[in-house]
């Protein structure tokens, strides 16, 4: 591992040559880093590898083609950020229980503990958990996410964050972080990748820091989502490969975690209003917006009653569980709800994701 270099300046030319984000290089960026970021870029090491590295994993981001650019780009990105920015909060529960498995001990948060949230799209974690956690809990988190849109995003926000596939995590030293979180978005990883892509989580854990791994198991309901209206009614399609119980335990088994726990979470999407009705479209109007389902659109383009009444069948029968096998440990719902909860009304719509958690084990252990 090369040793952090004290002045960049040497490398100006070289990182000025490579594009990392829409309109900004790679020197661009790191001096960004330095001046609103200085935690972030305490943590990145710009020499870890070869410049020509840096250069080909660059080149390799901007020719994939992520589901999560603009709509120019043939993405469905804009509409999922419009929905994430303006209700984030419809996603906590799931969002703050995985949260508490990567933290697990809250009096260990200090300034300098750090977590990386390595699929993190525009940041949803990082306002979630700032939004629902007293300051002193909240830990450092850098949001890291290969699409250039999401990243922008994120950093518009005044969010630490950084573009990197989590199968490349270019500048961050062996034992960076406390925590790193995989979540929601693991099945975009393409299966032969998702090993090293695990093995990159284990690096740059801290010996003792914990990884939380999500996503959804083959057969559930929210696979059946995916599978059927996602593919269906957006125009990027979805055909991805999720995962079984075995898979996930094997990703940290096989790349050296301990304490290793595979279990079921409740991850609802909750929405609040005044009315019932209010929480019945809005909830329904935030999963259209999320998910992009553009081709459910009426002929005119014009979303009406017609298309709430089509979307809440379609939701019922993609999204109803059987009671007896969801997770017992939180309060929930198994099929789309809309009940009164104190003085306001509370639309819900159910989903079970599947977790593993796992730990780098302490130093001492590590050396036998
Ligand atoms: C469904 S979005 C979720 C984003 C965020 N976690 C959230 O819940 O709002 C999935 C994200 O995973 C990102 N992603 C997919 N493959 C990735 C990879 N190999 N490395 C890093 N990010 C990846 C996508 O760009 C996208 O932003």
């Keep these: 591992m090369s040793q952090k270099p004290d002045n960049l300046e040497s490398m100006r030319d070289e990182f000025s040559r490579i594009a990392v984000l829409p309109g900004m290089n ?31 994993l660059y080149e390799g981001v901007a020719e994939l083609a992520t589901h999560f650019e603009g ?25 703050l229980r995985i949260f508490d498995l ?12 750090a977590v990386l949230d390595s699929l993190g799209g525009n940041g949803t974690l990082t306002r979630i958990v700032r939004d629902s956690l007293p300051a002193a809990q909240v830990p450092y988190i850098i949001t890291s996410d290969v699409s250039g849109r999401m990243i922008e995003s994120a950093l518009a926000q005044g969010l630490p964050a950084i573009r990197q596939p989590l199968q490349d995590l270019v500048w961050f030293d062996d034992c960076t ?29 801290k010996p003792g820091g914990h990884v939380v791994l999500q996503d959804f198991e083959i057969g559930c309901p929210t696979t059946d989502w995916y599978d059927k ?17 075995q898979q996930f335990e094997d990703l940290l088994d096989g790349n ?9 979470v409740y991850d609802p999407f909750i ?34 009653e017609r298309l709430w009444d089509e979307l809440e069948a379609i939701v019922r029968e993609t999204s109803t569980f059987d009671p007896a096998r969801m997770p017992a440990d939180a309060p929930h719902v198994s099929e789309f709800t809309v009940a009164r909860d104190g003085d306001r009304y509370r639309a819900e719509i159910p989903r079970v994701c599947l977790v593993a958690t796992g730990r780098r084990p302490p130093v001492d252990a590590a050396r036998g």
């Excluded at 209206?229 to 119980?245: A, I, P, Q, S, W």
């Design 26 to 56: 790679a020197w661009e960026y790191l001096t960004m880093c330095r001046e609103r970021h200085p935690a972030l870029y305490r943590r990145l090491n710009p020499a870890r590898v070869p410049v020509e590295h840096v250069a080909r």
């Design 102 to 113: 990567a933290v697990p001990d809250r009096a260990a948060v200090s300034a300098d503990f």
């Design 271 to 304: 929405l609040y209003a005044d009315d019932p009705k209010k929480a019945r479209l809005g909830l329904l109007e935030y999963i259209f917006t999320l998910f992009a389902l553009e081709k459910l659109l009426p002929g005119g383009g014009v979303p009406d």
């Design 229 to 245: 209206v996602l593919d269906r009614y957006t125009l990027t399609g979805h055909k991805y490969e999720y995962f079984t119980r």
């Design 256 to 264: 050296s975690f301990e304490d290793i726990n595979v279990l079921d």
């Design 177 to 205: 972080f406390d925590a790193v979180i995989v979540a929601y978005g693991t099945h975009h990883i393409p299966p032969e990748e998702r090993a090293r892509a695990m093995a990159e989580a284990y690096r740059v854990l």
């Design 71 to 95: 709509k120019l780009e043939s993405g469905r990105g804009d509409s999922y950020r419009k929905a994430q920015n303006d209700n984030y909060l419809i996603r906590a529960v799931g969002f």
